[in-house]
C-alpha cells in the first residue's frame, strides 16, 4: 500500500476508529501512508489522533497521521475515504425515535418491517443522506480517482444513493458475514471446511450455499435445532445468529439469514417486547428492544472512554492493549491492501448489481455479495445456488421497496411521500397520526434544512 493516502471521515467514531487505525498499523503493506483523520468532534479527533500516532510508534509502523475538522482538506490526494460518520450523533437519533415514540410508533418511524435496526435510519435520517452525497460530490472535484468506502449507515440505502447520483467509485462495508462462523462454530464444523456463500441486501443475506466437506451441511443444521436450539442462550443483544427468530426464518425461507437480517425479519418478531423477547432471548429482546439498545449505547460510551483513556495515559502499554497480530476482522483495510499490493482476499461487498450478480434486482440497486479483490479490481462470484423464490419474493422485493420508498421520499423531497410510507405501516391508525408524526420530527431543532426539503411540492 506503499504511499497511499487515506481519509477517514468520522474518525472519532466508537465502533471504527480504534479497528481502522490498528489494523492499519498491522498491515506491512500500509508502510510510508498518510492517514487523514477527519471529524468535527476535536475532543474525539484529538484521542484518536494521539491513539494512532502511540501505536504506530509503539509498533514501529511507517505511518504519518494528520487530523483535520476541514473535510475538504482531509480528501485532498486521497487514494481511498472511508465514511464513518454519523451526522448528528446517537443523540439525534434517539430525539427521532423519541418524537415517533409520542405518535405510537415504538423505536420510531425507521423501525420498519424488513428494517429493524435502530441506528440504520433511512426515513428521519435527511441529513446523513445528505452527508453522504456531500462526501461523494466533493470527492467527484477533489479525488475523482479515490474509492469511497462507506461504512456509516444506512449501507443499503448510503450505497445504492451514492452509485447512482455520482461517477465516484463506491462500495458499501459492513462485518455482518461473519454470522457464518457463528452457525459453523454452534455444529462443531471446521470453518476451513466449510464452503459458503451469502447473498442479498446488507442486514439483509442469507447462506445460499453451506457445504461442509464437499457436502450439504443443512442437514446437519437441522439435526442442531431438534437436539441443540432449546438450549440457545444469548450472550449479549446482538448474539441471534443461533436464536428462534433466525431459526424460525430458516423454517420458513428454507436458506439461514446471517449476521443483521435476523433483526431484519417480518413484524412477527418485533409486535412487542415480550415477542422480541420470545425470538431474541431474554433479557434483552434483542438489540431493537429499548433495553438492548441500551446495552449497546453503554458499550459505545465505554468504548469512546477507553480511547480518551487510552490516548492520554502515556503508562498504557498499547501493544498488550491491542496486540500487533490480531487483526479487528473489519474488511476496509485488508480490501485497501488487496486492491493496492494484491494480497487476494474473499470479501463480502456491497456493490451494485451490474451483470447482474442477482438476477431479477435491478442492476442499480446495491447488493451484498462475496468477491474476490485483487491488484485487478472486484470479481463478484457467481450466486450458486441462486436465492430461493421465496426470499426473492417475500424478503428481499420488500425490503427494496423500502430502500427505493426512502429515497424517492429523500431525492424527490415531499413530506406526502414520508405519509404514504407510513400509512403502509400497520402501527398508523389513522391519516392524522401519520401527518403529525411527521411534522413533530420535521419540527427538530436539528431537522431545519429537512423540514425545507420537505415541503409539499405544487
Ligand atoms: P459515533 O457517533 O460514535 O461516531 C460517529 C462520528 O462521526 C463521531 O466521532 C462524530 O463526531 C462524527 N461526525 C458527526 N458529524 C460529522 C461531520 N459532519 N463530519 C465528520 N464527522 C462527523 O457513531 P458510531 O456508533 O461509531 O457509528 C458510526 C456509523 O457507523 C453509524 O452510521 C453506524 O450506524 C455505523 N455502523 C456501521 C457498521 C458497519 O458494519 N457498516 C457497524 C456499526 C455501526
Known sequence: ?????????????????????????????????????????????????????????????????????????????????????????????????????MHGYARGIDSQEFNMVSDYNTLSNYNQLKYFLEVAHNMEEICPNAWLLQSANPVFEGTTLISRYSDIKVIGFCHGHYGVEIVARSLGLDIKEVNWQVAGFNHNIWLTRFLYKDKDAYPLLDQWIEKEAMKWKPEDPFDDQMSPAAIDMYKFYGRMPIGDSIRNGSWKYHYHLEAKK??????????????????????????????????????????????????????????????????????????????????????????????????????????????????????????????????EAFVYGDKRILQEILVRDPRTKSFEQAEAVIDEILALPFNKEMKKHYEIKK
Request: hydrophobic share 40%; with cysteine; charged share 25%.
Open 278 to 407: 420470545k425470538w431474541y432471548g431474554e433479557p434483552w429482546g434483542g438489540a431493537d428492544s429499548d433495553l438492548g439498545w441500551a446495552w449497546y449505547q453503554n458499550y459505545l460510551k465505554a468504548s469512546t472512554d477507553k480511547s480518551f483513556k487510552l490516548a492520554l495515559d502515556k503508562s498504557i502499554n498499547l501493544l498488550q492493549e491491542f496486540p500487533p497480530e490480531v487483526m479487528s476482522r473489519e474488511q476496509h483495510i485488508p480490501f485497501i491492501d488487496a486492491l493496492i499490493n494484491g494480497n487476494q482476499g474473499r470479501f463480502v461487498l456491497n456493490i451494485p448489481n451490474k451483470g447482474p450478480i442477482i438476477p431479477s434486482i435491478p442492476e442499480d440497486v446495491a447488493v451484498e455479495v462475496p468477491v474476490i479483490v485483487d491488484q485487478e479490481g472486484i470479481h463478484p462470484e457467481e450466486i450458486n445456488p441462486p436465492l430461493p423464490k421465496r426470499i426473492m419474493d417475500m424478503y428481499l422485493a420488500p425490503r427494496r421497496s423500502r430502500m427505493e420508498w426512502a429515497l
Open 1 to 101: 500500500m506503499s504511499g497511499i493516502k487515506l481519509s477517514i471521515i468520522g474518525a472519532g467514531s466508537a465502533i471504527f476508529s480504534l479497528k481502522l487505525v490498528g489494523d492499519l498499523c498491522k498491515t506491512k503493506g500500509s508502510s510510508g501512508s498518510s492517514v487523514s483523520l477527519m471529524d468535527i468532534d476535536e475532543k474525539r479527533l484529538n484521542s484518536v489522533h494521539l491513539l494512532a500516532a502511540r501505536y504506530a510508534a509503539a509498533l514501529g509502523a511507517n505511518l504519518k497521521f494528520e487530523k483535520t475538522t476541514d473535510m475538504k482538506r482531509s480528501i485532498e490526494g486521497a487514494d481511498f475515504v472511508i465514511n464513518t460518520a454519523l451526522i448528528g450523533g446517537h443523540g439525534q437519533l434517539d430525539a427521532s425515535r423519541k418524537a415517533g415514540e
